[in-house]
């Protein structure tokens, strides 16, 4: 009777193993989606950390607030992916009070002005966002945790 499981148990291990995906295959990214990856970096780095650099050395030094933040945001605001881009893409390309969800940050920096980026590069940057870990500036946690009121990020 051992025989006979030995056999069996060799079967069904290698039927398992086949069907179980290898952790790296989960972690490959096509070279395109490599290159979109790269591409929204690159446009972000361009285009928005003029005012939402993480390299700022403080709060009070930041022309808007860090993307981590604002990141948080949209995220707890829109859970679902597609209505967190449509979100975003839509204040990004159009800017105003009634889009904003963040209302300290508004009062404290204004609206953000109307990027002069086309469309395609804002979706880009949105895809980037949404999908990454963003840099957050050093002081942030200590920042985030001091305030209460998640409008004042």
């Known amino acids: 009777m051992n025989l006979a499981i030995i056999p ?11 069907s179980i995906e290898s952790p790296e295959g989960k972690n490959e990214i ?20 003029t005012c939402h650099n993480p390299a700022s050395p403080s709060h009070d030094e930041m022309l808007a607030p860090p993307l981590v933040g604002i990141k948080s945001h949209y995220q707890k605001a829109y859970p679902e992916s597609k209505k967190f881009k ?28 109307k990027p002069l980026v ?4 804002i ?19 200590e920042h985030h945790k001091g305030n209460g009121n998640p409008n004042n990020h």
Not at 88 to 111: A, C, L, Q
């Open 118 to 121: 086309p469309e395609e590069e």
């Open 123 to 141: 979706k880009l940057i949105v895809d980037y966002i949404h999908a990454n870990q963003l840099e957050e500036p050093s002081w942030f946690k």
């Open 8 to 18: 069996l148990s060799w079967v069904l291990v290698s039927a398992l193993s086949l």
């Open 86 to 113: 449509a979100a975003m893409i839509g204040f990004v390309s159009d800017p105003s009070e009634e889009k904003g969800i963040m209302k300290g940050p508004m009062k404290r920096f204004g609206v953000m002005p």
């Open 30 to 49: 096509s070279t395109e989606n490599q290159e979109q990856v790269e591409k929204g970096l690159a446009l972000l780095q361009k285009h928005c950390y």
